[in-house]
């Protein structure tokens, strides 16, 4: 049985640091494609960054300079470090796991994890 379990986020000022962790269960870690999204209230979930098995990182454009994915196949765990947090940054981060690429539909994940909050105040 596949489980991904988020855990690092909470509340933080504005300016602030977070690290998230997912560990990951249930399957062979290191041949899946991993990523982070997050949805804010009232908005539709988006990707925040991906990370391919071979350990090649994405991040679209708003997101570029301010967080870090990474993962650690040994310990059958995704990070995500934000730094310089703004209060837009505030969501439901999720883990998601085993990219399926589609010409028709892009990127989707075989898993999700229950994810964790990140508030982030003024």
């Known amino acids: 049985q596949v489980q991904l379990v988020e855990s690092g986020g909470g509340s933080v000022e504005a300016g602030g640091s977070l690290k998230l962790s997912c560990a990951a269960s249930?399957?062979?870690?290191?041949?899946?494609?991993m990523a982070w999204h997050r949805q804010a209230p009232g908005k539709e979930r988006e990707l925040v960054s991906s990370i391919t098995s071979g350990g090649i990182t994405n991040y679209p454009d708003s997101f570029k300079g301010r967080f870090t994915i990474s993962r650690d196949n040994a310990k059958n765990t995704l990070y995500l470090q934000m730094n310089s947090l703004k209060t837009e940054d505030t969501a439901v981060y999720y883990c998601a796991a085993c990219s399926r690429h589609y010409v028709s539909r892009g990127v989707e994940y075989d898993y999700w994890g229950q994810g964790t909050q990140v508030t982030v105040s003024s």
């Open positions: 249930g399957y062979t870690f290191s041949r899946c494609g």
